[in-house]
């Protein structure tokens, strides 16, 4: 067969193809094009609801508010930014949120690092199974079902008070409700139960990054330091929680920012003291103040963003 003939039978095969072949062949011959149609729905879902959301919260806390007509005045101004830093209320509020959020973070380390390790470490097969089953299933159920069911537990009433009365410790009960902050008419009404019930929600989230990063320290290196002579509590301290810290880190991004952002735990557990989420919800609704909730809202997102960078240095990245 000639040069030509052939020539010719391949421009006929072509003009065969139909439409959809013709655009499929053309795109596998143009990978990067290929690759930027499909990123496009999301990139351009990301850049105009969320990265547009965004832009609009920061420009509204910019605007002003006329507290005789309850109506926003759409003129550039401070004005909330300067209220929000020097009204001693709202700084109490800021420092009452991170507060809380700091301690959640570190309570679900501590009980969620030696979850964690068990899963890593030694469960196997069908126990690491029921580890994950066990860790997911909170999950699974609804964010307000478990919230109102720990109402229940914590409450006055409830059978925290009830297996403390069982065994005769209820002073013990009433001695830390006397604490003079973290206290309360009971533990449904108080920080600690607050703490006990953010830490609870979270702790999901603690376990899975820990238990990952766990799994990608090296056996080869635990074995080598217990050669070397290292007692299991130097292994551990030297070797594992080093490389594991991350993970940690990792863990600590979701339950700090979803702590810090969360309006509904305060609001069903918690006393009449506002937190950031709340104080967004009675400026929005009830006040109508937009611009100090706008300035209210990008509190977290300042505060996530120097966190994130913290978190990007320590390699809580590598760990997700």
Do not use: C, H
């Amino acid at each position: 067969m000639s040069a030509a003939t052939a020539d010719l039978g391949l421009r006929a095969a072509r003009r065969r193809q139909t439409p959809t072949r013709r655009l499929s062949s053309f795109l596998y011959r143009r990978a990067g094009l290929f690759t930027l149609l499909l990123l496009l729905p999301p990139l351009a879902w990301l850049g105009v609801v969320y990265l547009g959301s965004l832009f609009a919260l920061l420009i509204q806390s910019f605007f002003g508010f006329d507290d005789f007509s309850g109506q926003v005045v759409y003129e550039f101004t401070l004005r909330s930014y300067v209220e929000l830093l020097t009204n001693p209320a709202n700084l109490d509020i800021i420092l009452r949120t991170v507060a809380m959020a700091a301690a959640v973070t570190m309570g679900a380390a501590l009980i969620g690092f030696p979850i964690a390790y068990m899963m890593a470490r030694y469960a196997t097969g069908r126990a690491k199974a029921l580890f994950y089953l066990a860790v997911m299933l909170p999950l699974w159920s609804s964010y307000l079902v478990r919230v109102y069911a720990w109402k229940l537990i914590l409450a006055k009433e409830g059978i925290v008070s009830w297996a403390f009365a069982e065994t005769s410790l209820t002073w013990l009960l009433d001695g830390v409700l006397a604490l003079p902050v973290i206290g309360g008419p009971s533990l449904s009404v108080s920080y600690l139960g607050m703490f006990l019930v953010f830490t609870y929600i979270w702790l999901p989230f603690m376990i899975l990054p820990v238990q990952a990063a766990l799994e990608r320290v090296p056996k080869g290196l635990i074995e080598a330091s217990a050669d070397l002579g290292a007692r299991p509590a130097t292994t551990f301290r030297t070797v594992i929680l080093p490389l594991a810290f991350p993970g940690v880190v990792a863990g600590s991004i979701f339950t700090f920012s979803l702590t810090l952002g969360d309006y509904i735990i305060p609001y069903i557990i918690g006393s009449s003291r506002f937190f950031i989420g709340q104080a967004v919800y009675v400026q929005q609704g009830t006040a109508g103040n937009i611009p100090l909730a706008a300035a209210f809202s990008v509190v977290p997102i300042v505060i996530m963003a120097v966190y994130l960078t913290i978190a990007k240095r320590l390699g809580a990245f590598d760990a997700l």
